[in-house]
């Protein structure tokens, strides 16, 4: 700082210096003219090197330090290095933000950055192939604006982006995308679209594989079955009628079992199809389930004690006929997995706005390891008493996909030795209030 206002000074007193020195051989007058003069050309130097620094400040970006001496040298010397390093910092963001570009632009999915209002601040060149959007003219405008199917509109308002949403039919060849969103930053989100055309290609493909195989096998089975039936009700001399008569039985019995495991399957390709929308009215649950009750005890033959509880008379507004499947799949489940004289309990409430069917028994329970995993194709806790009681495997998976189609969750609570409940929660949008 001493140096600073040593050097500030030092051109002053110097000035100072020349007049004191012309006072005595010419006068104070020609002195103090003399000094004024020099004092103004000092001044008009500073001025000078001033403009010099503000003209550049304006092209600081491109054009060089201008050059200067004294106090002005060391200012522009420290500018001048700043501005190197700057620049260097600059090159080396710029290099790293175009690394960045490339290695977004060879990722296999989309990405959009979007701020608080859903705006785009940027995408990739695959997310310019996904949405159609255009860089130049796209930036600041509204993804919602752009991609306009409902299903995505709705997805962005929601807010809820713990599962990614499949969006069909995005362009006009068929393109089938993934989108996930990601919260990062402030307010801002990260969009992922991912193409899973092919993907979905394969899954019709093998749904219609498990379709057609499903209706081909239903033709034999149906046939083997009435010949059985048959020949099991033929008068026979022979003497090994008992053991004949025993063989048909299990070919009865399988016989069914397998046209039992054609319909579900038939029923989950049904259900998978996502062309195929659920016809929905209001639905009479009570009713539906008065009727389910009936069938049970049907099933049960006396053996267990069902009981049904109905805390609300409301409906529902969802498909009849999916409805009274995932119901009955609970149901004939609590029957087949509860010993002889057993309870089970059928149930229809309110939970907090939301309507809920339950059903409740005293079998046999589920372990927690098995939980999970309950509502996969053909996952059986045990296998040999799921043969025996006709069970095909695929009941809880239907229940699951109905459930979903419903926009429900499947609520399972379970011990060993101490019974299950099995509870369908659906959406208090879905609730039809009783008359």
């Known amino acids: 700082m001493f140096e600073f206002w040593w050097r500030t000074w030092l051109p002053v007193g110097g000035l100072l210096l020349v007049a004191l020195l012309v006072w005595p051989l010419w006068g104070a007058l020609p002195a103090a003219v003399i000094f004024s003069l020099l004092l103004l050309a000092w001044m008009a130097y500073n001025v000078r090197q001033f403009i010099a620094l503000s003209q550049w400040l304006q092209v600081a970006e491109t054009a060089p330090v201008p050059e200067g001496r004294g106090l002005w ?12 390093a700057q620049r260097k910092r600059q090159q080396q963001m710029e290099e790293e ?3 960045m570009q ?3 632009s060879a990722l296999p999915e989309g990405v959009v950055i979007l701020d608080e209002a ?4 940027w995408c990739n060149p695959l997310a ?4 159609g959007l255009d860089p130049k003219h796209d930036i600041g405008q509204q993804i919602a604006y752009l991609a306009r199917q409902p299903e995505f509109v709705h997805y962005l308002a929601m807010r809820q982006f713990d599962e990614p949403l499949v969006l069909r039919g995005l362009r006009q060849d068929g393109l089938v995308l993934s989108i996930k969103l990601i919260r990062y930053g402030d307010n801002k989100r990260l969009m992922i679209s991912q193409d899973i055309t092919h993907l979905e290609r394969i899954e019709t493909m093998r749904r219609d594989f498990v379709a057609n195989v499903s209706h081909e096998l239903r033709t034999p089975l149906t ?4 010949f059985v039936e048959t020949l099991a009700d033929l008068p026979s001399l022979d003497q090994e009628r008992g053991m004949a008569q025993r063989a048909l039985g299990m070919m009865g019995e399988q016989t069914l079992r397998m046209t039992r495991l054609v319909d579900d399957l038939l029923t989950l390709s049904k259900l998978e199809n996502a062309h195929n929308q659920p016809q929905e009215d209001d639905v009479d649950v009570p009713a539906l389930l008065h009727a389910l009750l009936r069938e049970g005890e049907t099933l049960s033959n006396g053996k267990h004690k069902l009981r049904l509880d109905l805390q609300s008379r409301d409906g529902l507004h969802g498909s009849k006929d ?3 499947s995932a119901f009955g799949n609970l149901v004939s489940n609590a029957i087949r997995y509860t010993p002889d004289g057993g309870n089970i309990t059928l149930c229809w409430q309110v939970r907090e706005g939301q309507p809920v069917f339950s059903v409740q028994d005293s079998g046999i329970g589920i372990a927690p390891q098995h939980i999970p995993r309950l509502t996969e194709r053909f996952y059986r806790v045990d296998r040999s008493r799921s043969r025996e009681t006709g069970g095909t495997g695929l009941g809880l998976a239907i229940v699951k996909h109905i459930a979903n189609r419903h926009q429900a969750q499947l609520e399972i609570v379970s011990e060993e030795g101490q019974g299950s409940t ?4 659906f959406p208090e949008q879905r609730r039809v209030a009783a008359k």
């Open 118 to 121: 859903d705006r785009i601040e």
């Open 73 to 84: 040298e060391d200012l522009f010397s420290h500018l001048n290095q700043y501005v190197r």
């Open 322 to 324: 999916e409805l009274r």
């Open 128 to 131: 310019q192939q996904h949405f």
């Open 102 to 104: 490339q290695a977004t």
């Open 97 to 99: 933000l175009l690394h």
């Open 422 to 425: 099995f509870s369908l929660v």
């Open 223 to 226: 046939v083997v079955s009435g």
